[in-house]
């Protein structure tokens, strides 16, 4: 059975850092980071390849998030600086059960099968 688990969210002010955390269970690999702010559409924040050193990051996040993983164990990391109103959303997620799957490259959810409940991030200004 898959399930994807995410942690780390929660309520910081602006400048702060928080790091999520995401573990795949049930022969999937977390491979990205989404978000989704009220009354916006999903976007897609940063992607890992599990096979290189590959990522992907979206404009708004690049050189303030950093992306990583824990091969052992099957977990990926967000760490996220310099955090600000605009990163104000419910972060998630995703799998995949390819493990050299190439979708890390254009980081697009509808792409992804399995996704985690998601946890909340709160910038206060």
């Known amino acids: 059975q898959v399930q994807v688990a995410e942690s780390g969210g929660g309520l910081v002010q602006a400048g702060g850092s928080l790091r999520l955390s995401c573990t795949a269970f049930?022969?999937?690999?977390?491979v990205g980071w989404f978000r989704q702010a009220p009354g916006k559409e999903r976007e897609g924040v940063s992607c890992?390849?599990?096979?290189?050193?590959?990522?992907y990051y979206a404009d708004s996040v690049r050189g303030r998030f950093t992306i990583s993983r824990n091969n052992a164990k099957n977990t990926l990391y967000l760490e996220m600086n310099s955090l600000n109103a605009d990163d104000t959303a419910m972060y998630y997620c995703?799998?995949?059960?390819?493990?050299?799957?190439?979708?890390?490259?254009?980081?697009?959810?509808?792409?992804?099968?399995?996704w985690g409940q998601g946890t909340q991030v709160t910038v206060s200004s």
């Open positions: 995703a799998a995949d059960p390819v493990r050299n799957n190439v979708k890390w490259h254009t980081c697009q959810g509808i792409d992804f099968g399995y």
């Open positions: 049930g022969s999937t690999f977390p």
């Open positions: 890992i390849s599990w096979t290189d050193d590959g990522t």
